[in-house]
């Protein structure tokens, strides 16, 4: 497997400015989210990092699900079409749905997802992402707590992958497509 030195062309994101966001975000859903019973909905893969540390930031008390879901375009460009590829465990109707999700980019996952949680009925239906690159917005999209607003470069690290690796990393960094090599692994 490539080190991660070799492309790395800028971390974005450093560590310690990102607990300090996602602490913010975990206060101020915390406030908003007082007195009311809160369901978070993780859209895997990429999401499960800022979520494990994010509900670590949430005082209020909350409920965890998962959802996946596949995107019929290439890795680094998605299409309007998506298919659920692993559901809920747990029903969402009149309950208080949080969506956090990775990054919103041409917003056609998160778009999908919010129509089609929709049809279920939840009491209130909010999205929560780390990142938001909104050069490259395709669709509208409702954000109501956003972590960090990047520039249209393509990331990986905290969740966010290079062809399934890197997530692991605890910065956000800006990769460098021409020394990547994704066969070297
Ligand atoms: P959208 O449907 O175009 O908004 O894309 C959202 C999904 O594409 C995210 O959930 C990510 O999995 C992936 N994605 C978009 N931009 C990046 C990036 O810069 N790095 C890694 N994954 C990305
Ligand atoms: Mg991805």
Known sequence: MQDYHEFLDEILVDAVTLQKRVAELGAQISLDYQGKDLHLVCILRGGVVFLTDLM???TVPHTLDFMA?????TARQSTGQIRITYDLKD?????????VEDIVDSGYTITSVLDMLRTRHPRSLRVCTMLDKPERREVVVPIDY?????????????GLDLDEYYRNLPFIATVNLNKYKPESR
């Open 56 to 58: 670590r930031y949430i």
């Open 91 to 99: 029903e969402i109707h009149d309950r208080n749905v949080l969506l």
């Open 69 to 73: 879901v596949s995107s019929y375009g």
């Open 146 to 158: 956003c972590g960090f607003v990047i520039p249209n470069k393509f990331v990986f690290g905290y």
